[in-house]
Each structure stands twice: as structure tokens, then as C-alpha cells.
């Protein structure tokens, strides 16, 4: 059974990184249209320019931030 495993999470893996980078595009994009919004600002101005003319924070920056606060609250959590 555990062999048959493997081999499914060998051959899904590529499956569930197509899905991964399509829902986080769609992601992206709502994120960086709902900015523009809450600005009032026209769709076609740039969401990076937006961050930084507005003092916000881009996706990237937020994944970015919350990545790193999960594996320090790990690391100090196997560390006590």
C-alpha cells in the first residue's frame, strides 16, 4: 500500500502545482483589482506603483511577510 502511495504523490505532484499556479495568478490578480479599488484608482495603473506611491503592501510582500512569521513561530515553538 505505502509503495502504491508514492507513486500517486509522485505523479500528482505535477497535477497540484498547475492548479497551485493558476489559483494563485487568480489570486494576484483579485488581490492587485480590490487595491486599485479601495484607492480609486484605474485599472490599468500598476499595482507595484500603487504599493509604493500608497505605502501598501504588494502580494508578493505579504506572502512574503507571513511566510516568514509561520517558520519563526515554528522554529521558536520546537525550540521551548
Not at 509604493?52 to 512574503?64: C, N
Request: with cysteine; aromatic share 16%.
Amino acid at each position: 500500500m505505502l509503495r502504491y502511495l508514492k507513486h500517486t504523490q509522485i505523479y500528482g505532484c505535477p497535477l497540484w502545482t498547475a492548479v497551485f499556479k493558476y489559483s494563485y495568478n487568480e489570486l494576484r490578480v483579485a488581490y492587485n483589482d480590490a487595491f486599485r479599488l479601495l484607492l480609486q484608482e484605474p485599472s490599468w495603473c500598476s499595482a507595484s506603483k500603487l504599493a509604493v506611491l500608497h505605502i501598501g503592501t504588494s502580494l508578493d510582500a505579504m506572502i512574503r511577510k507571513l511566510e516568514y512569521s509561520f517558520w519563526a513561530s515554528l522554529r521558536c515553538s520546537l525550540l521551548s
